[in-house]
């Protein structure tokens, strides 16, 4: 069984760093691309980027791209955002998504909750 | 950027009711479309991809279909589990984007 399982999220202060982690399982996890969506307080969904099998080459969302970094360890089975000088418009939960070739974001984690505020 | 435009925002329905909910795209995708269905305190479900594929597991009252740039998930026969926000995605080309949901309710 697929199981994918954010952490990391919580309550940061406008302009920190913070680093979320998506342990994966039931699968290769070397074989697949992930991505990260993210859901606003307001349900927009946005797509923050993806990462290929084997971490050489990442895509990002224009408006996230100098702030976000997507890696992985295979290794490790586990991939990675590291968000920086967040800002209250980065509040949001954060989904860790397993790509099935020509399927499309096919399994979700149940999220991490970010909540940026002073 | 490729943007996806859902129709309605949201909508109310009999248990039974065909209902059909729409997304129009910006620009030429293809088949590059998929469906997801989102309730509260879940993860989103994968319901269609490329276009009319039934993704594994969603009963066969969802089907999806595609005329030119229009998009359109329909359920043939409304149950109560439907109740939830539908997106659509474009994967056709990067950045990725979502249409801002439509929220389904039983009337």
């Known amino acids: 069984e697929v199981q994918l399982v954010e952490s990391g999220g919580g309550l940061v202060q406008p302009g920190a760093s913070l680093k979320l982690s998506c342990v994966a399982s039931?699968?290769?996890?070397?074989?697949?691309?992930m991505s990260w969506v993210r859901q606003t307080p307001g349900k927009t969904m946005e797509w923050i980027g993806d990462?290929?099998?084997?971490?050489?080459?990442?895509n990002y969302a224009p408006s996230l791209k100098n702030r976000f970094t997507i890696s992985r360890d295979n290794a490790k089975s586990t991939l990675y955002l590291q968000m920086s000088n967040v800002r209250s418009e980065d509040t949001a939960t954060y989904y860790c998504?397993?790509?099935?070739?020509?399927?499309?974001?096919?399994?979700w984690g149940q999220g991490t909750l970010v909540t940026v505020s002073s | 950027d490729i943007q996806l435009t859902q129709s309605p925002s949201s909508m109310s329905a009999s248990l039974g009711d065909r209902v059909s909910l729409t997304c129009q795209s910006s620009?030429?995708?293809?088949?590059?479309l998929s469906w997801y269905q989102h309730k509260p305190g879940k993860p989103p479900k994968p319901m269609i991809y490329?276009?009319?594929n039934l993704a594994d597991g969603v009963p066969s009252r969802f089907s999806g279909s595609r005329s030119g740039s229009d998009y359109s998930l329909t359920i043939s026969s409304l149950e109560s589990e439907d109740t939830a926000i539908y997106y659509c995605?474009?994967?056709?080309?990067?950045?990725?984007?979502f249409g801002s949901g439509t929220k389904l309710e039983i009337k």
């Open positions: 990462i290929k099998y084997d971490g050489s080459y990442t």
């Open positions: 995605l474009q994967y056709d080309e990067y950045p990725l984007t």
């Open positions: 620009q030429g995708i293809g088949n590059y």
């Open positions: 039931g699968f290769t996890f070397s074989d697949y691309w």
């Open positions: 998504i397993l790509n099935y070739p020509g399927i499309p974001f096919a399994y």
């Open positions: 490329y276009a009319t």
